[in-house]
């Protein structure tokens, strides 16, 4: 049984087995499974493994650091350094005007989160350095898309038996409690689908854009618009860098818009075979939810179709401008006082969170931590490398920060910043990028 269980660890880890490599596995696994969203639905238990994802990852942080084979980048620490002032400033607005922050904000729970963020942010920059030294990197990323897909299909799966797989049947996609961070997940997968397409160390790399069509497909059930809005947009920044880099792209791999354009094609015909099957299955809150999401790419914005979001921005600007140094307070922008249709809503958009919660300074350091990002990621070398930090940069931007509050503490994408912020170190210092 011992030999059977070493043979399954050996052939996801790619190394010899010890406890860095047991907990990497399963902190992976519960992480971009989406195992949380499993266990919420059959025990109905609001993310009973998040004291898990701790636990693993301290105990990798605290075996990596033992090692003493690298320091730390300034980039990361300047990350860091925003977290520290974002939660320094907005605590001393959340002092100074706790009278008008909303009662039922929780700011211990508040800080646990950011907490979080920035241990499971050191703990992936660790094993992403680590995983460079051992030119075991992408394995990393092979047991990240691996999971990442197989939380994914349960969507997909879903979709066959009913949208009845949730919490929330109006609300919920497969065993994501909503359709925005199912959404994320997916287009996080399109990310490293299309990274892996133009990878020189794919042979077959033209086969991963078959899976395309899946995701697309995938994305159509959730309804979520945010989703629906970026998927092509990821494509075409696909395309465009492809194409702007087309004669650095490895030979075999030219051909790739000819494949793009065969599974673009698969997926509108899969829809379009499938969409009265899946109207009949659709509950009442989700055929409105379709009903608004077609309504606002069709470009009607109200109330309705943003989902809210236009009210909470404009009351979020009015807020801004009463406290633009310090903020508002912690938590004042996760949930207003200010009730809206009857309920306390936060403002949905992570880079006025920082603005509204935490005052000018730590926004203008936040936007230029992204800056800078950006730049990096467009100057490496490996083409494969670069779309993807790129293109994870984009669907954070605009769909995972763009249309939500809690992108500081979205598990996935801190997983994801700390590969790029290691990946960037590892470059730094060695010259090979």
């Not at 990361?76 to 907005?90: D, K």
């Not at 809150?285 to 077609?294: A, I, M």
């Not at 914005?301 to 943003?306: L, R």
Request: one cysteine or more.
């Amino acid at each position: 049984m011992h030999s059977l269980y070493l043979g399954i660890a050996k052939f996801f880890v790619r190394q010899r087995f010890d406890y860095i490599n047991f907990c990497a596995f399963f902190l992976i696994l519960i992480i971009f499974g989406n195992l949380n969203g499993i266990f919420n639905y059959v025990f109905d238990i609001v993310a009973p493994l998040s004291p898990l994802i701790l636990l693993f990852s301290i105990v990798i942080i605290l075996s990596l650091v033992k090692q003493s084979y690298e320091r730390e980048s300034l980039l990361f620490w300047s990350f860091i350094a925003f977290y520290i002032l974002y939660l320094y400033l907005s605590t001393i607005s959340f002092i100074l005007y706790h009278d008008d922050i909303y009662a039922g904000n929780n700011y211990l729970l508040t800080v646990r989160g950011y907490v979080s963020s920035i241990v499971i942010l050191l703990c992936f920059y660790k094993l992403t350095t680590w995983s460079l030294k051992h030119n075991d990197f992408y394995s990393l990323l092979s047991r990240m898309y691996a999971f990442l897909l197989s939380g994914v299909a349960l969507i997909f799966f879903s979709s066959v038996i009913g949208f009845n797989i949730g919490l929330d049947m109006d609300r919920a996609s497969g065993f994501f409690a909503n359709p925005n961070t199912a959404a994320g997940f997916i287009l996080y997968c399109l990310c490293l689908t299309l990274c892996f397409a133009i990878s020189e160390r794919r042979k077959f790399g033209f086969a991963y854009l078959l899976i395309v069509p899946a995701l697309f497909y995938t994305m159509f059930i959730t309804f979520s618009k945010a989703g629906l809005i970026t998927f092509p947009l990821v494509l075409f920044l696909f395309l465009g860098y492809c194409l702007i880099r087309y004669r650095k792209l490895y030979r075999p791999k030219r051909k790739i818009f000819m494949w793009l354009a065969l599974s673009v094609i698969l997926a509108i015909v899969f829809i379009s075979i499938y969409f009265s099957a899946i109207m009949d299955q659709l509950s009442w809150g989700q055929f409105l939810r379709l009903q608004r999401t077609l309504a606002f790419l069709s470009g009607e914005f109200t109330e309705a179709t943003t989902s809210e979001r236009s009210t909470l921005f404009n009351i979020g600007f009015q807020l801004i401008g009463e406290h633009p140094l310090i903020g508002n307070g912690l938590t004042s922008f996760h949930a207003y006082d200010i009730p809206v249709n009857g309920k306390h809503i936060g403002v949905h958009n992570t880079f006025l969170l920082i603005l509204g919660e935490s005052g000018i300074i730590p926004f203008i350091f936040y936007v230029s931590l992204m800056l800078i990002l950006i730049v990096k990621s467009w100057k490496l070398k490996n083409l494969a490398m670069s779309f993807l930090f790129l293109s994870i940069l984009a669907v954070y931007f605009i769909n995972v920060a763009g249309t939500g509050h809690n992108a500081l503490d979205d598990r996935v994408s801190n997983c994801l910043f700390g590969v790029m912020l290691g990946y960037f170190a590892h470059t730094d210092k060695t010259g090979k990028s």
